[in-house]
C-alpha cells in the first residue's frame, strides 16, 4: 500500500496556481515596479507547472505498479481501470460543459477548430491536433478551450505504454531497472534538447521529448528513498534539500520565460527541483510543513478538476467580455475555478474513483462521449453551424481567414513550403506565381504584404491592370542569406524573386511591405532550405547582430529596383491595435447581434513604436525618385497617439498587426499611383 504524502498535493497545488497565472497572463502590481518582476508576468514560467505534473505521475505510477509487483498483486486490468476511472469521468464532463459553451459563444470558424480539437480530443490524441495545427497564423492559445488537453494526451500516451515496459524490466532485469530507465530518460532528454532547435513544436506537443520527465518521477521510486534518506539523515546537507529543490521550482516558475528552448537542459531546473523535494521532503522540514498546510493541500487534491476547468472557463470570459482580464476577474474566475472544481471532485472524481463501476455510471459516461462526439462530426459536416450568423456572415466573413490567404486563382500552384497545390496565391513558388491581367504590378513581401493582395487585384481590376504576387509567410524582400521564425525556405524565394524581376521584359509597377521588427531576429541561411521548411524545421540561431545587415539589404533591394526602372511603392508599418480586432469586432457581433461597429482606437504606445520604424526606415530609404512611401500612421492615426484600429466598415487589423480586408482597402486607396497622386 502507498503511502499517502500531504506534501505533494501541495506541490501540486503549487503547480497548477502557476499554470493558471501563466495563462492569465497576470502582471505585476504597481508594488513590484522598478523591480526585475516590473510588468511582467507573475509566474512568467508557468507553463513550466505541467512539467511538475509530468514528474509527479511519473513518480505515481511507477510506485503503484512497482508496489503491487513487489506483492504479486499487479495486474495490467486493474492498473488501466483505476487510471481510466481517475481521469476519464471529471475529463468528459469537462469535454461537454466546453461543448455547450462552444456552441452557445463561438462563431462558425472558431466552432470548426473546437470541433476539431474536441474530436483529437475525446480519443487523447490532443497533443497531435495542436502538433499539426498552423502556429505561424493560428488563434493565440488564449482562444482555445482544449488546448491544455494536450498534457493529458501525453499522459494517457504513456500510460498505455509505460506500464508494459516497465513490467517486463523488472520482472526480467529487476537489478538493471534503475540504469536502463537512466539510459532511456537521458536518450530523451537529449532527443528534446536536439529536436526543440529545430522542430520546436513537434518536441513541445509530443510523448518522446517528454518522457523523459516521467521517467525521472519513475526514478524516484527505484532509487529507495528511505534507504538513502537513512545513510545522510544527519549530514547538514539534508535539512536543506528540501528547500533546494522548491528554489529550483520556484525558479523556473518565476525566471524562466515562453522564449526559451522548451522541453530541453533548461527544463531540467523544475524538474530535478520536483525529483529533489519528492525524495528529501520530510515532518521536520518547514518547506514541507507548509506544502502540507490543509488550505495547500485541499488545491493540490482538487488540481486535477482545476487544470481542466481553468482553460474553457478563461477562454469563454474572453468571448464574452473582450479584454485583457483584471486582477479583481481574475479573482474572481478563480473563484468559480475552485467552487466547480470542488463540485468535480466530491460528485464525479471521487465518486467515480472509489465505488464500482456500474452499469448506470458506464453508460452516462458513454452517453456523454458519443454526443460530444456526434457534435464534433456534426459541426465540422457543417462548417461550424454557419447558419447561427443570422444576417452578419459579410462581416464575419472578413475575417474567417487571414487577408494574406484570400487572394486565389483559377489556375493552382505549388505552395513552396508544402509542396502542394494550392489555389491561393500566397506562398506560392515565383515560377507558379499567380499572374493576373496585364501584369503591370507586383507585390513583393512577407504577411504584411500578403494581407494588401486582395485588395490591390481589386482596385487593379477596376483599372483594367494585372498583378503578379511574390509575396511569402515571413519572407521579407531582404538578401537571401537571412530568414525568419518558421520559414527557412526564404533564402530560395528571395533569390527566386531575383530571377523572376530579371525576367520581366518591361518596368513594372512594384509594391513592397515587411514586418520590420522582425528584421533583429534574423537566422543564417541553410543547406537545403526548401527541404527543411517541407520537413517542418523552425530551428536555427538568431543572429542579433545581423539586423543591420538586414536592414541594409531591404534596402539595397528597392534601390536595386529603382536603378532597374522600375517604380516602387513602399508601405511602412502598420500601427499594432495593441489588442486582438477580429476578436474584439466579433464579442462585439455576439454580443449585440448588430454589424454597426462603434469607433474604436488603440492603446498608447502603439503610434511611438510604428513611427520609431518609419523614422529607421527613412534613414536607410532616403526619399528618390521613382519611389512612393504610404505611411499607415497618416492612413489609421486621426492625430498622434489617437489610431483608429475599428471604422463603421469594420475592423481594420485581423490576426495581431496584420490588415483585414477594410484595413488593406484603405492602404491601397492611398497608392498615389493607382490614385492619380503622382
Not at 481590376?461 to 542569406?481: A, E, W
Given at each position: 500500500?502507498?503511502q499517502?504524502?500531504?506534501?505533494?498535493?501541495g506541490l501540486?497545488?503549487?503547480?497548477v496556481?502557476?499554470?493558471l497565472?501563466?495563462?492569465?497572463?497576470?502582471?505585476?502590481?504597481?508594488?513590484?515596479?522598478?523591480?526585475?518582476?516590473?510588468?511582467?508576468?507573475?509566474?512568467?514560467?508557468?507553463?513550466?507547472?505541467?512539467?511538475?505534473?509530468?514528474?509527479?505521475?511519473?513518480?505515481?505510477?511507477?510506485?503503484?505498479?512497482?508496489?503491487?509487483?513487489?506483492?504479486?498483486?499487479?495486474?495490467?486490468?486493474?492498473?488501466?481501470?483505476?487510471?481510466?476511472?481517475?481521469?476519464?469521468?471529471?475529463?468528459?464532463?469537462?469535454?461537454?460543459v466546453?461543448?455547450?459553451?462552444?456552441?452557445?459563444?463561438?462563431?462558425?470558424?472558431?466552432?470548426?477548430?473546437?470541433?476539431?480539437?474536441?474530436?483529437s480530443?475525446?480519443?487523447?490524441?490532443?497533443?497531435?491536433f495542436?502538433?499539426?495545427?498552423?502556429?505561424?497564423?493560428?488563434?493565440?492559445?488564449?482562444?482555445?478551450p482544449?488546448?491544455?488537453?494536450?498534457?493529458?494526451?501525453?499522459?494517457?500516451?504513456?500510460?498505455?505504454?509505460?506500464?508494459?515496459?516497465?513490467?517486463?524490466?523488472?520482472?526480467?532485469?529487476?537489478?538493471?531497472?534503475?540504469?536502463?530507465?537512466?539510459?532511456?530518460?537521458?536518450?530523451?532528454?537529449?532527443?528534446?534538447?536536439?529536436?526543440?532547435?529545430?522542430?520546436?513544436?513537434f518536441?513541445?506537443y509530443?510523448?518522446?521529448?517528454?518522457?523523459?520527465?516521467?521517467?525521472?518521477?519513475?526514478?524516484?521510486?527505484?532509487?529507495?528513498?528511505?534507504?538513502?534518506?537513512?545513510?545522510?539523515?544527519?549530514?547538514?546537507?539534508?535539512?536543506?534539500?528540501?528547500?533546494?529543490?522548491?528554489?529550483?521550482?520556484?525558479?523556473?516558475?518565476?525566471?524562466?520565460?515562453?522564449?526559451?528552448?522548451?522541453p530541453?537542459?533548461?527544463?531540467?531546473?523544475?524538474?530535478?527541483?520536483?525529483?529533489?523535494?519528492?525524495?528529501?521532503?520530510?515532518?521536520?522540514?518547514?518547506?514541507?510543513?507548509?506544502?502540507?498546510?490543509?488550505?495547500?493541500?485541499?488545491?493540490?487534491?482538487?488540481?486535477?478538476s482545476?487544470?481542466?476547468?481553468?482553460?474553457?472557463?478563461?477562454?469563454?470570459?474572453?468571448?464574452?467580455?473582450?479584454?485583457?482580464?483584471?486582477?479583481?476577474?481574475?479573482?474572481?474566475?478563480?473563484?468559480?475555478?475552485?467552487?466547480?472544481?470542488?463540485?468535480?471532485?466530491?460528485?464525479?472524481?471521487s465518486?467515480?474513483?472509489?465505488?464500482?463501476?456500474?452499469p448506470?455510471?458506464?453508460?452516462?459516461?458513454?452517453?456523454?462521449?458519443?454526443?460530444?462526439g456526434?457534435?464534433?462530426?456534426?459541426?465540422i459536416?457543417?462548417?461550424?453551424?454557419?447558419?447561427?450568423?443570422?444576417?452578419?456572415?459579410?462581416?464575419?466573413?472578413?475575417?474567417?481567414?487571414?487577408?494574406?490567404t484570400?487572394?486565389?486563382?483559377?489556375?493552382?500552384?505549388?505552395?513552396?513550403?508544402?509542396g502542394?497545390?494550392?489555389?491561393?496565391?500566397?506562398?506560392?513558388?515565383?515560377?507558379?506565381?499567380?499572374?493576373?491581367?496585364?501584369?503591370?504590378?507586383?507585390?513583393?513581401?512577407?504577411?504584411?504584404?500578403?494581407?494588401?493582395?486582395?485588395?490591390?487585384?481589386?482596385?487593379?481590376?477596376?483599372?483594367?491592370?494585372?498583378?503578379?504576387?511574390?509575396?511569402?509567410?515571413?519572407?521579407?524582400?531582404?538578401?537571401?542569406?537571412?530568414?525568419?521564425?518558421?520559414?527557412?525556405?526564404?533564402?530560395i524565394?528571395?533569390?527566386?524573386?531575383?530571377e523572376?524581376?530579371?525576367?520581366?521584359?518591361?518596368?513594372?509597377?512594384?509594391?513592397?511591405?515587411?514586418?520590420?521588427?522582425?528584421?533583429?531576429?534574423?537566422?543564417p541561411?541553410?543547406?537545403?532550405?526548401?527541404?527543411?521548411?517541407?520537413?517542418?524545421?523552425?530551428?536555427?540561431?538568431?543572429?542579433?547582430?545581423?539586423?543591420?545587415?538586414?536592414?541594409?539589404?531591404?534596402?539595397?533591394?528597392?534601390?536595386?529596383?529603382?536603378?532597374?526602372?522600375?517604380?516602387?511603392?513602399?508601405?511602412?508599418?502598420?500601427?499594432?491595435?495593441?489588442?486582438?480586432?477580429e476578436?474584439?469586432?466579433t464579442?462585439?457581433?455576439?454580443?449585440?447581434?448588430?454589424?454597426?461597429?462603434?469607433?474604436?482606437?488603440?492603446?498608447?504606445?502603439v503610434?511611438?513604436?510604428?513611427?520609431?520604424?518609419?523614422?529607421?526606415?527613412?534613414?536607410?530609404?532616403?526619399?528618390?525618385?521613382?519611389?512612393?512611401?504610404?505611411?499607415q500612421?497618416?492612413?489609421?492615426?486621426?492625430?498622434?497617439?489617437?489610431?483608429?484600429?475599428?471604422?463603421?466598415?469594420?475592423?481594420?487589423?485581423?490576426?495581431?498587426?496584420?490588415?483585414?480586408?477594410?484595413?488593406?482597402?484603405?492602404?491601397?486607396?492611398?497608392?498615389?499611383?493607382?490614385?492619380?497622386?503622382?
Amino acid at each position: 500500500m502507498l503511502q499517502y504524502r500531504k506534501e505533494l498535493d501541495g506541490l501540486r497545488a503549487l503547480a497548477v496556481i502557476a499554470v493558471l497565472f501563466y495563462h492569465v497572463n497576470l502582471v505585476s502590481y504597481p508594488l513590484f515596479e522598478h523591480t526585475f518582476f516590473t510588468r511582467q508576468n507573475l509566474f512568467r514560467g508557468g507553463f513550466l507547472g505541467v512539467d511538475v505534473f509530468f514528474v509527479l505521475s511519473g513518480f505515481l505510477i511507477t510506485a503503484m505498479i512497482k508496489s503491487a509487483m513487489d506483492n504479486q498483486t499487479f495486474s495490467f486490468r486493474d492498473f488501466y481501470i483505476r487510471r481510466a476511472k481517475r481521469i476519464i469521468p471529471v475529463f468528459l464532463i469537462v469535454l461537454g460543459v466546453a461543448t455547450v459553451g462552444a456552441y452557445l459563444l463561438l462563431f462558425p470558424a472558431e466552432l470548426m477548430q473546437f470541433a476539431q480539437s474536441l474530436k483529437s480530443a475525446l480519443y487523447f490524441g490532443s497533443n497531435f491536433f495542436f502538433y499539426g495545427d498552423t502556429a505561424y497564423m493560428s488563434d493565440s492559445s488564449i482562444y482555445k478551450p482544449l488546448l491544455h488537453t494536450w498534457s493529458l494526451a501525453v499522459e494517457w500516451q504513456f500510460y498505455m505504454l509505460y506500464p508494459v515496459f516497465f513490467w517486463f524490466v523488472y520482472r526480467y532485469f529487476r537489478s538493471n531497472t534503475f540504469w536502463i530507465l537512466v539510459v532511456l530518460s537521458v536518450v530523451s532528454l537529449c532527443f528534446a534538447q536536439w529536436t526543440t532547435g529545430r522542430y520546436p513544436d513537434f518536441s513541445f506537443y509530443l510523448l518522446p521529448t517528454r518522457a523523459w520527465e516521467l521517467m525521472f518521477g519513475g526514478l524516484i521510486v527505484l532509487i529507495e528513498r528511505d534507504v538513502l534518506v537513512g545513510k545522510i539523515r544527519n549530514h547538514p546537507v539534508w535539512r536543506w534539500l528540501p528547500m533546494a529543490g522548491i528554489l529550483l521550482v520556484l525558479g523556473g516558475l518565476f525566471l524562466i520565460d515562453d522564449k526559451v528552448a522548451h522541453p530541453s537542459f533548461i527544463t531540467l531546473i523544475p524538474v530535478l527541483g520536483t525529483v529533489l523535494f519528492i525524495l528529501f521532503s520530510h515532518d521536520r522540514d518547514g518547506v514541507t510543513f507548509v506544502f502540507s498546510w490543509k488550505p495547500v493541500v485541499f488545491i493540490g487534491v482538487i488540481s486535477y478538476s482545476i487544470y481542466l476547468w481553468h482553460q474553457p472557463l478563461f477562454v469563454y470570459f474572453r468571448y464574452i467580455k473582450y479584454e485583457r482580464i483584471r486582477t479583481e476577474q481574475f479573482v474572481l474566475l478563480c473563484l468559480v475555478c475552485l467552487v466547480l472544481s470542488w463540485l468535480s471532485y466530491r460528485f464525479i472524481e471521487s465518486p467515480f474513483r472509489k465505488k464500482r463501476m456500474g452499469p448506470l455510471k458506464l453508460g452516462f459516461l458513454v452517453a456523454v462521449w458519443t454526443a460530444c462526439g456526434a457534435f464534433a462530426f456534426t459541426a465540422i459536416a457543417h462548417d461550424g453551424f454557419g447558419n447561427k450568423l443570422a444576417g452578419l456572415e459579410k462581416l464575419y466573413d472578413i475575417y474567417k481567414i487571414p487577408e494574406s490567404t484570400r487572394l486565389t486563382s483559377p489556375e493552382p500552384g505549388t505552395h513552396l513550403a508544402s509542396g502542394k497545390q494550392v489555389q491561393m496565391c500566397f506562398g506560392r513558388t515565383s515560377e507558379e506565381a499567380c499572374r493576373f491581367g496585364d501584369e503591370s504590378w507586383v507585390s513583393i513581401g512577407d504577411s504584411f504584404e500578403g494581407s494588401l493582395d486582395y485588395a490591390l487585384h481589386e482596385k487593379l481590376m477596376q483599372q483594367n491592370k494585372g498583378l503578379i504576387v511574390l509575396t511569402h509567410g515571413q519572407c521579407p524582400f531582404i538578401s537571401s542569406k537571412w530568414w525568419f521564425g518558421t520559414a527557412p525556405e526564404c533564402s530560395i524565394v528571395n533569390e527566386k524573386r531575383w530571377e523572376t524581376i530579371r525576367g520581366f521584359k518591361d518596368k513594372k509597377n512594384i509594391v513592397i511591405s515587411a514586418a520590420l521588427d522582425n528584421f533583429v531576429k534574423g537566422k543564417p541561411r541553410l543547406d537545403d532550405p526548401v527541404g527543411k521548411a517541407r520537413d517542418g524545421f523552425a530551428g536555427g540561431t538568431i543572429d542579433p547582430s545581423a539586423e543591420d545587415e538586414i536592414w541594409q539589404s531591404y534596402a539595397d533591394n528597392i534601390k536595386a529596383l529603382l536603378s532597374l526602372g522600375h517604380k516602387v511603392t513602399l508601405i511602412y508599418m502598420p500601427v499594432n491595435p495593441g489588442q486582438s480586432v477580429e476578436k474584439t469586432v466579433t464579442t462585439w457581433m455576439r454580443k449585440h447581434k448588430s454589424a454597426d461597429l462603434p469607433v474604436t482606437y488603440s492603446e498608447g504606445g502603439v503610434y511611438e513604436e510604428a513611427m520609431k520604424y518609419n523614422a529607421r526606415l527613412d534613414r536607410y530609404i532616403p526619399d528618390q525618385k521613382n519611389l512612393y512611401k504610404v505611411r499607415q500612421t497618416d492612413i489609421f492615426c486621426d492625430s498622434p497617439h489617437h489610431c483608429k484600429i475599428i471604422g463603421k466598415e469594420g475592423g481594420y487589423y485581423n490576426g495581431g498587426p496584420h490588415l483585414s480586408y477594410w484595413g488593406a482597402k484603405k492602404v491601397v486607396e492611398q497608392i498615389p499611383l493607382l490614385n492619380d497622386k503622382e
